[in-house]
């Protein structure tokens, strides 16, 4: 079945330290996303990618960084630079067309705790 | 930056109501989607309404578009506990990357 993973479900990250949340998906998409989500909020974009090796930063780009090496994958860090990071992550991808959204397919999150 | 916002924030009814929830948003767009969230999961895409479309029909879902107002409606008929979710609208304004910006969600509680 084709569809987008999202690992791991939940993610505990210590004071100072780095961490990467991977998101693969199967969808032959171009396009893929991170979002955050916080408790009862919408969501904010962090990174995009239209295709591989190039990616733009979001609305919420600082303390993190992404890669884009191969189009099924695009993982997202988060890392010590970012002051709050506990949230719910999630990825998504697209097809891209250039011109108009034709909608989004998510993975299940990840939620990342720091302890 | 948020584009669209629900209202309202938060809804109950009783099982067999309707439910309906508006986006309200700020500037030109492509089309406009629905999305679906149940607690702890990934959104689902529900529904996607031109900006050249006035209303649109998917099963129990009835979404309208007004772009003179800049607001869109979902409608919900004859809930189920199952429709227990969060809903966000999202708009593609066509901006570079083909970014969806999604506003703050409603929440909605059907109770049986």
């Known amino acids: 079945d084709g569809g987008i993973t999202q690992s791991p479900k939940y993610l505990f990250r210590k004071e100072g330290q780095n961490v990467t949340l991977s998101c693969e998906q199967n969808?032959?998409?171009?396009?893929m996303y991170w979002y955050r989500q916080d408790p009862g909020q919408g969501l904010r974009l962090i990174y995009y990618?239209?295709?591989?090796?190039?990616?733009q930063k979001g609305d919420i780009a600082e303390g993190y960084s992404v890669s884009r090496e191969k189009k099924e994958s695009f993982p997202l860090t988060v890392t010590s630079a970012q002051k709050n990071p506990t949230a719910f992550y999630l990825c998504?991808?697209?097809?891209?067309?250039?011109?108009?959204?034709?909608?989004?397919?998510f993975g299940s999150g990840t939620r990342l705790t720091v302890v | 930056s948020q584009q669209g916002e629900e209202d309202p924030q938060a809804l109950s009814i009783q099982e067999g109501e309707n439910a309906t929830m508006n986006c309200s948003y700020k500037?030109?767009?492509?089309?406009l989607q629905w999305y679906r969230q149940n607690s702890g999961r990934g959104l689902v895409h529900l529904i996607l309404?031109?900006?050249?479309?006035r209303e649109k029909h998917s099963g129990r879902l009835r979404v309208t578009l007004d772009t003179s107002k800049k607001s869109s409606s979902l409608l919900i008929t004859a809930s189920r506990a199952a429709d227990t979710a969060s809903y966000f609208c999202?708009?593609?304004?066509?901006?570079?990357?083909?970014?969806?910006?999604f506003g703050g969600g409603t929440r909605v509680l059907v109770k049986p």
């Open positions: 999202a708009t593609d304004a066509g901006a570079a990357g083909n970014k969806l910006t």
């Open positions: 990618s239209q295709i591989v090796n190039d990616f």
């Open positions: 969808l032959n998409h171009d396009a």
């Open positions: 500037t030109s767009i492509n089309n």
């Open positions: 309404i031109r900006s050249n479309e």
């Open positions: 998504a991808s697209s097809i891209f067309t250039g011109a108009i959204n034709y909608g989004y397919t």
